[in-house]
C-alpha cells in the first residue's frame, strides 16, 4: 500500500463505506434471497417445464383437465369449441317471472309474502373446477374477513377505552395460532355438541351442523384474516388527518358527507390491499380446508401437498405455477393500491370518543352496535381460544390437571421438552427478526425511491407471500438440507441457521409492507436537505427516515416474529434432528403422542403456552415500541 | 478435507455458520468416503476417514416415525433400552418429518443417507420406493441376514423381495359409538340411509388408515366397483378429513358416531362407561390388515448390526412390548400378548390385504381416481 493512512483517508474511507451501506445491504439482501429463497423454489418449479420436445406439458395438462379447471378447461383444450359452447349455455338459461298464489289466504296477513312476484333462474351447472373452486371459496373469506375486521377497525380508531392498545397489538394473534390447534378450538366451539350448539339448544333450537360446511371454513379464514384488515384499516383510519375533517366540516358538510368525502378515500385503498392479502392468503389455505370442511371442500393447495407426497413433481410444479402466477398478479395489483395509500403519519389524527360515555340517543344507538360486534367477536375470536385452555384443563366437564402434569412430566425427561420448544422458539424468532427486519427495510428503502417497473420489481420480492409454503419447505429440503455439490464438495445447510432463514424470508414481506408505504410518504424535502448537508443515501435513511416511519418498523417487527413463532409447514421439514423443535411442533408431537393416549389434552396446554407466550411478546414489542415514537 | 481446513479456507464469514453447526460440508467425489460433520444438537464431532470395508463405530442409526420413540412407554424407548442393556452399539432414533420420501429422494439426488435402518414401512411405500427409484437399490435383502425371519407371519409378508420384514400390524375396523349407532355390520350397511351422515373417515393420499380403508373397500368392490361404492357413500354424507388425528377428534368430540380407526381402540378406552361408546366394528368380518415394517439401507456401513437389531425386534419378549406400546398386533407366529391387553385388542375373523403385487402400478391410479372423485362431488 503506497498511500500513507492519516485522519483525512479514514473520514475517507468511513464516507466510503457509509455511501456503499445501503448498496451492498442490497446486494446482501439479494443473495440471501437467492440462496435460500428463490434457487430452493425454483428446483421444485422446474419440474413444470416438461421437455425440450413438449415445453410446459405438465402445466398444459393441468390446464387443459376438466377437473382441475372445470369448465374453463375448454379454453385451453379447445379454444375453438368454447364459443359456441358458451352460446349453448346461454340459450339454455332460463329465465321466470310470475305469481304463485298457492297457499296464500286473503284473510291473514302471514301469508300475504307468499304472494309477492317470484322469479328464477335455471341454468345448467358450471362446474368449477379445483381452480374455480379455491378462488370461489377465497373470495367468500374474503368478504367475511372484511365484514367482520372493519367494524373492529372502526372501534380501535374511533374509541377510547381501557386497554385499546394492549387490544390492538392482540389483533396479530391468529397469525401465530398454528391451524391445528384453532381446528380444535373451531370443533370444540362450532361442532354439534360444541359451545353454540349447546346455547342454540338451551334456548331451545335444534342443533345444527355447522362442520364440514363452507361456512365454517369461511369463518376460520375470517378468524385468521379479518384482524388483518382490522389492523391495516384501523392504522389508515387513525392516520386520517382531522384538519382535514373539521375544514370540510367548516364547509357545511355534514358527518356522513365528511365522512364520504375526506375519510373514505383514505380507507379505501388500506382496505382493498388489505382484502387482496386475504385473498391471496386464502386462495392458498390448506390445513383448515381439510380439518373443517374435509376432502370435499379441496383447494389447490391440499392437492399440490397430496402430490408432493405422492411424489409427482411434475404436477405437483405446475400446480404450484399456476397458482404463483396468479397470486403474484394478484400482489402486482396490491402493490399498484398500497402505492395509493397514504399511509404516513399524521400529527393531527381525529379525537377518538370515550366508549363508556354518551349522552345523545344516536351515541347510545352506535354503542348499541358496537356491543353486538364485541359478541360477534367473542364468539368467532374468544370462544375458539377459550375452548382451547378449557381443553388443556379437560374440559368442563371433567376438569383435571392432568395434562399440565403430563407437560411437566416430559420436561423432567421427554424428547419433547416445552421449555426447550418455547426457547427455540423464541430464539428462532428473535433470529429471524434479526435477518427479516434489515432485510426488509432495505427493500422497502429501494422499493419507495420509485422508478420505472418498480411494481414488477416489488412483486417479484414479494414472491415469498405468493409462493406456497409447500413449495419452499420441499425447494429447501432439496436443495439447502440436501446440499449443492460444488466443486466435488457437497455443502449443505441444516439445524437453526436454515430455520431462521426460511422463517425469516417468510417474514420479510411484511416488514416491507408496513415500512416501504410510510416511507414513500415521507417528506422528500427532509432527505434532501440531509443529503445536501453530505449525509449518504444510508445515512439518511437510518438517521432522518427511519425514525420517522418507526411505527411500520415496529408493525414489521411484530408480524416478523409473529410469523416466526407460529411457522409449522418449513420448520417440521427442516428442523433436523431432535433438538431444534419449535412451540409448533412441540404441539404437533403431543397431538399424535402415543403415550398419552388419542386426546388433545397435551397437546392444548402446549397451546396455550404458546398463546401466553406470543401474548406477552407482542404486548411488550407494542409497549417497548410505543416509546420510540416520534 | 478436515472440517478446520475448510473453515479457514472459507474465511470468516461462514465461520459463524459452521462453528454453530450449521453447515456440514462433505466430500461428495471418489470412492472413499472422507466425512466431516458438526452436529449442534448434542455437541459431538464425528469424523469417519477410510474406506467402508469394516464396520464402522457409532451408533445404529434408526429412521422411524415421530411417535414411535424417544418418551417413556413408546416401542422404540422399550427397543433401546433393552438392545442397549446387552450389546455396546448405541441405538439412535430420528423421525425425518418427510418419512420414507425423504430417503427416496435423497437416493435420487445422490446424497447420502444418513441412517441404518428404517422402521415403519408399509406396503403401499414400499411400492413408492420401487416406483421411484427403479434403478437404484435403497433397500437390500434383509431376511437372509436374520435369523428368526421364518417367524413372521405368512399372511403379513409383504415383500416379494425379502427387503421389508414385518414388525407389527394393525387392523383397520370401524370405532362407533354404541349409544348412539347399531354396528353396521356390512359396507352395504354403512352405505344406507340408517347410516346417514355418520362415517369419518381419511384422506386416502395422506393417511394411513385413510389409504387402508381405501384399499379394504376396493378389495371389497374390485378396481371397476369401488368409485361406485363411494359414491353411494358420499351421497351417504362421508366426511373425510386430511388425518386419523382430527378425525377421531372429531368423533370423541361427538360430530359423528362412527370413525375409521383401528381395531385396538379398546386397550385405551376400557372403563366401564368408555366401552360402550368405543365399539369396534369389523365390515363383513372382515379387517384390512396394515403390517409395518423395517427395510435396512442398502448403503449402510453396519449391516451385521442391523440385522442383529432387526433379529432383536423378532424376539418374542420385543414382539410383545412392541405390540403393547404401539398399540398393534405382534408379527410372529411364536408372540403372544399379555392376557390383559388381549382382552381389549380385537383381531377380524377374515383379516384382508393386498400384496406387493397387487399394489404394484396400481395404487397410486386407484388414490387419485378416488380423490377427484371425491373433491370434485
Known sequence: MDRSVGTTDSEQLTRLAERAALPLAGVGTLAVLLVVFYYPVWTVFENALG???RPFQPVREVLESEFYMGAAHGLFAHPARVPGDVLAWLTSVRVGFGWNWTGVVLGDPLTWPRALPDAWVV????????????AWQAALSTVASVALGLPGAYVLARFEFPGRRTLKSLTILPFVLPSIMVVVGFVATFGQFGTVNDLLAWLGFGRVQMLYTLEIVVLAHAFYNAPLVTRMVGTAWENVDASAVETARSLGANPLRAFRDVVAPQLVPALAASALLTFIFTFMTFPIVLALG???????????????????YQTAAALATLETVFSLALMYVYLRYEGRRAAGGTNNPLSRHRLFDADTAREWLVRGGVAVYGVVVAVVFLAPLASMVLA???GAVDPTLRWWEFILERQSGGRTQPATAVWNSLKFGVGALAVALPMGVVVAAFSARGGRGRKVVDAVLMAPIAVSGIVVGFGMLQSLVFGVELGGLRISIVGPVVVVFAHAVAGYPFVVRNVAPMLSSVDRRLVESARSLGASRGRALWDVELPLVWPGVLAGAAFAFAISIGEFDATVLLAEGGSTYTMPVALERYLVDRTAGPSVGPAAAMGTVLLAVTAASFVVIDYVGGEYRP | MKRREYLTSVGVGAVGLATAGCLQVENSGGGDTTTSETTSGDGTTTATTGGTTSQSSGPLRVATYDSFFGDEGTAGDWLKTAWEAEHDTEVRFTAPSNGVNEFIQRKKQGVDIDADLFVGLNTGELVRVDENLPNATLFDDLAGDVANAGDIKDSLRIDPQNRALPYDTGYISLVYDGTKVENPGTFEALA?????????????????????FLLWTIHEFGEDGYLDYWDTLVDNDVRVLD????????FLAGERPIVVSYSTDQVYYNGEDEIPRHQVGFLNDEGYANPEAFARFADTDKPDIAAQFAEFMLTDEAQRNIAVNNVQFPATTTATLPEEYAKYAY?????????????????????EAWAQQIASN
Not at chain 1, 123 to 134: A, C, D, H, I, S
Open chain 1, 294 to 312: 374435509g376432502l370435499q371442500l379441496a383447494t389447490v393447495e391440499v392437492w399440490l401437498y397430496a402430490r408432493v407426497q405422492q411424489l409427482d
Open chain 2, 347 to 367: 383381531e377380524p375373523p377374515e383379516p384382508v390385504t393386498f400384496t406387493y403385487d397387487e399394489l404394484a402400478g396400481n395404487v397410486g391410479e386407484w388414490t
Open chain 1, 123 to 134: 341454468y345448467p351447472e358450471v362446474r368449477k373446477g379445483l381452480f374455480g373452486f379455491t
Open chain 2, 192 to 212: 344406507s340411509d340408517a347410516y346417514r351422515g355418520d362415517l369419518l373417515a381419511q384422506n386416502a393420499q395422506t393417511s394411513d388408515p385413510g389409504r387402508a
Open chain 1, 392 to 394: 388443556s384443563f379437560g
Open chain 2, 243 to 250: 388425518d386419523w388425528q382430527p378425525a377421531y377428534d372429531a
Open chain 1, 51 to 53: 421437455s425440450v420436445a
